[in-house]
C-alpha cells in the first residue's frame, strides 16, 4: 500500500523561499513518476512540477526558474524547492505517485494513482 506525506509547508512573504518534501511507505520512489500539485478553494488541481524514474523534469510555465523538483531513490523522498515565492503560489500543495505517466503529459492529474493529503502554502505579499 502505497502511503504518501507531505511535510514543509507554512507561511512566507513574498519573494521568500520554501522547501516541501513528501516520504513515502509501500514503495520505492525508482519505479514510479512523481509530482507536486496545488489547489487552491474553488479551483481545480494544477500539476506544478513532475519528474521521472530516470530524473527527467517538467515544471508549470508560471513556476519555471522558481521552483525545483528532485528526489532520493535511497531515502524515498520527493522535494520541491520554492523560491522567489509570489502570493498567488499560496496553495494546498499534494504529492502524488503514478506507475504510468506520459511524457508530454506529465502535469495531468489523471495520470496519479496516489495522493498525499497536502500541506498548506501561504505567500503574503
Known amino acids: 500500500q502505497v502511503q504518501l506525506v507531505e511535510s514543509g509547508g507554512g507561511s512566507v512573504q513574498s519573494g521568500g523561499s520554501l522547501r516541501l518534501s513528501c516520504a513515502n511507505s509501500?514503495?520505492?520512489?525508482?519505479?514510479?513518476?512523481m509530482a507536486w500539485f496545488r489547489q487552491t478553494p474553488g479551483k481545480e488541481r494544477e500539476g506544478v512540477a513532475a519528474?521521472?524514474?530516470?530524473?527527467?523534469?517538467s515544471y508549470a510555465d508560471s513556476v519555471k526558474g522558481r521552483f525545483t523538483i528532485s528526489k532520493d531513490n535511497a531515502k524515498n523522498t520527493l522535494t520541491l524547492q520554492m523560491d522567489s515565492l509570489k502570493p498567488e503560489d499560496t496553495a494546498m500543495y499534494y504529492c502524488?505517485?503514478?506507475?504510468?505517466?506520459?511524457?508530454?503529459?506529465?502535469?495531468?492529474?489523471?495520470?496519479?494513482?496516489?495522493w498525499g493529503q497536502g500541506t498548506q502554502v501561504t505567500v503574503s505579499s
Open positions: 502524488a505517485a503514478g506507475a504510468t505517466v506520459p511524457t508530454w503529459d506529465r502535469l495531468r492529474k489523471n495520470y496519479y494513482n496516489y
Open positions: 509501500g514503495y520505492t520512489y525508482s519505479m514510479y513518476y
Open positions: 519528474i521521472d524514474s530516470v530524473g527527467s523534469t
